[in-house]
């Protein structure tokens, strides 16, 4: 499987960077993202497509477009029926069945160029949405490898700590050494809650950007994971 930062957290720029990437390279892309990544980036434009406003109006118009541009929308069927004979006299009843053809309308040559500019509408749209389900994909992406960064250098800390406290016993370092390592290790340990906390906002916002609750969006990224 193919990481797609390193464990140590990445500067914004470097994030932008890889993002821009991926935008204006699909097949760069392929080699940042796993393949089970790919998978489930698929899965969550596939689902975020059915909840986009502005994709699913484009589509309806499309529709609407084609079946107004159909041939059987330019004839006019009216039907009816009349009464013949005296007032007074057993009257027998006639039909009659009328069929116009709106000439103008059946071979309108506008219909092609409306329905290829509504069709380029749809296609920008779904475009639209791949985009920003990428952004808040790989921004998921993205911190959970910060949340790892930062569990590593709380661990790091740790060992630090011990190895000052060690230290001091044997007088090799100062109380202050001891409360300096102390600390560090604080910083730490809120740099793991700040990371963490972080995550879960990029998780809603993939969610909300989706459509999905969030035990569906686990269920998606699971494969990704």
Do not use: H
């Not at 489930?40 to 529709?63: H, I, M, Q, W």
């Not at 569990?151 to 230290?167: F, I, P, R, T, W």
């Not at 604080?186 to 459509?211: H, T």
């Amino acid at each position: 499987m193919v990481k797609v930062f390193s464990n140590a957290a990445l500067p914004c720029w470097t994030f932008g960077l890889f993002l821009a990437m991926i935008i204006t390279s699909p097949s760069k892309a392929q080699t940042a993202l796993s393949s089970e990544q790919v998978s489930s980036f698929e899965r969550l434009v596939k689902e975020a497509v059915t909840n986009d406003g502005p994709y699913l109006s484009a589509l309806v118009d499309l529709e609407t477009a084609k079946v107004a541009s159909s041939p059987l929308s330019a004839v006019n069927a009216s039907a009816g029926f009349s009464m013949t004979g005296d007032f007074e006299q057993f009257q027998s009843p006639s039909y009659r069945l009328g069929l116009s053809v709106d000439l103008a309308k059946l071979f309108s040559s506008g219909n092609g160029a409306a329905q290829k500019s509504l069709d380029a509408r749809v296609k920008a749209a779904r475009g639209q949405v791949r985009v920003k389900v990428l952004n808040a994909y790989t921004g998921y992406l993205y911190q959970r490898q910060a949340v790892q960064g930062a569990s590593d250098g709380l661990e790091a800390k740790d060992a630090e700590q011990k190895q000052m406290q060690a230290k001091a016993q044997v007088g090799a370092a100062t109380g202050a050494d001891v409360l300096r390592a102390a600390d560090a290790r604080g910083q730490a340990k809120l740099a793991v809650y700040r990371a963490n906390l972080d995550l879960a906002n990029r998780k809603q916002e993939l969610a909300a950007i989706v459509g999905v609750e969030l035990k569906e969006l686990n269920a998606i990224l699971k494969g990704g994971d």
